[in-house]
């Protein structure tokens, strides 16, 4: 493999370009989540509809991330992802006409949400391949955390925008979402930053090589551990789907009340990363990883036994806050440890165990929440969490162990 990583070929531009751009698609995606989930339920009022919202994203990710993944290997990152974004943006004009004329049955966006998570399994694996390929290996570190920064300032001002721009109305909200996405797609098209030798693949077939990007993740216990480690945290602590019901029948804050909710999580997540780029987690890096994924599922059981929407914001900010460290050891541990001819396999594996497992858990979410109530549902997705973590210290011991985040190597 020819790899060339002279930082020459890094340019500070192209690096401040992903980051708006990611900021705008996640904004905008943001802001989408919030019109779509008070509008579907408002439609069907009850919380399985939310849940079939997660559903629906959830089942072309699983079929699609990881051959995304393979895609991301072989062509240029910046093309495919720059298109995915752009579908996207047609997804939320399509949300747009559905507003325009007053559709009233959520079966039709269902079906673009089908759609839209197709363009999601493209685009997860894409970008966080190309992440590397923009960043010289010295700054890697800091420069994973200042992503994550730019992520959650996206995640703390999009459901807060949505909240705001949904009580203007739908139409404004969609408008905005399309704006977002398709901006971000021009871009990622400008992007420059180190290329990948087009010889890396190799004869192997294209499903041999994405069962050897499956393969390198099970093989290496400390990034296996971490990646299922998340999966098993947000599909069983995560609350966002069931936001909606405590918004409007438990907290009673409306859509505007729904927006800050949205964001707190966010609020914490984002501080937590400044912090990280500042001082970024240098010993002990496995037993913060389970502590903070311990403190994540305590805070979840807080939220779902709280009536007070104050209580209910910290909780939140503590939640994202402790993910976030989650989140920042997760992203480095793989990056440091997958070389550039697989990076985007490896992303399509992390992607589909942790990206995905958002709009599982969404699902999961809803179905408990309808049979059992959402307060149990939300309460039982904590204590879940807190056996996940008991199990994995058990289970993968050098994950528990492992010290600085360079031993990934």
Not at 111 to 117: E, H
Not at 142 to 166: C, E, K, M, W
Request: hydrophobic share 55%.
């Amino acid at each position: 493999m020819n790899q060339d990583t002279s930082t020459t070929l890094y340019r500070h531009r192209d690096f401040v370009v992903f980051l708006f751009g990611r900021f705008f698609m996640t904004t905008a995606m943001m802001v989408q989540s919030v019109a779509i989930g008070w509008q579907i339920y408002a439609m069907e009022n009850t919380p399985l509809a939310l849940g079939l919202v997660g559903l629906c994203q959830f089942l072309p990710m699983l079929l699609l991330t990881l051959p995304a993944g393979e895609l991301s290997d072989r062509f240029d990152q910046r093309k495919v992802l720059a298109l995915a974004l752009i579908l996207q943006g047609i997804c939320g004009a399509l949300f747009l006409g559905f507003s325009m004329v007053h559709v009233k049955s959520a079966f039709a966006f269902y079906i673009i949400l089908v759609l839209f998570g197709a363009a999601r399994g493209f685009s997860a694996p894409a970008g966080q391949s190309l992440f590397a390929f923009l960043v010289p290996p010295e700054r890697l570190s800091r420069s994973i955390a200042l992503n994550s920064s730019v992520f959650t300032t996206a995640v703390i001002a999009g459901p807060a925008l949505g909240g705001f721009l949904y009580a203007l109305g739908p139409i404004v909200t969609y408008g905005i979402c399309v704006a977002g996405f398709i901006g971000a797609g021009l871009l990622m098209l400008t992007l420059g930053g180190r290329r990948r030798s087009g010889s890396v693949l190799g004869e192997a077939g294209r499903l041999a090589r994405v069962a050897e990007g499956v393969r390198f993740v099970r093989e290496r216990p400390v990034v296996f551990g971490a990646i299922s480690l998340d999966l098993f945290a947000v599909l069983l602590g995560g609350a966002t789907a069931l936001m909606p019901v405590f918004a409007r029948d438990i907290l009673h804050v409306g859509p505007i009340g729904l927006g800050f909710l949205r964001s707190a999580p966010a609020v914490g997540a984002a501080l937590m990363a400044l912090t990280l780029a500042r001082k970024p987690i240098e010993r002990n890096t496995g037993a913060k990883m389970f502590v903070a994924v311990a403190i994540f599922g305590v805070a979840t059981i807080v939220f779902g036994l709280s009536t007070n929407f104050y209580l209910s914001m910290v909780a939140l900010f503590v939640l994202g806050a402790s993910d976030m460290i989650s989140v920042f050891v997760r992203q480095a541990l793989i990056t440091y440890a997958t070389p550039d001819e697989m990076r985007g396999r490896v992303g399509a594996v992390s992607m589909l165990f942790v990206g995905a497992s958002n709009e599982l858990g969404e699902f999961e979410s809803g179905i408990t929440a309808a049979l059992f109530g959402t307060i149990p549902a939300v309460v039982f997705g904590g204590l879940g969490t807190l056996g996940i973590v008991t199990l994995w210290m058990k289970l993968f011991p050098p994950l528990k162990t492992v010290d600085r985040l360079g031993d990934a190597k």
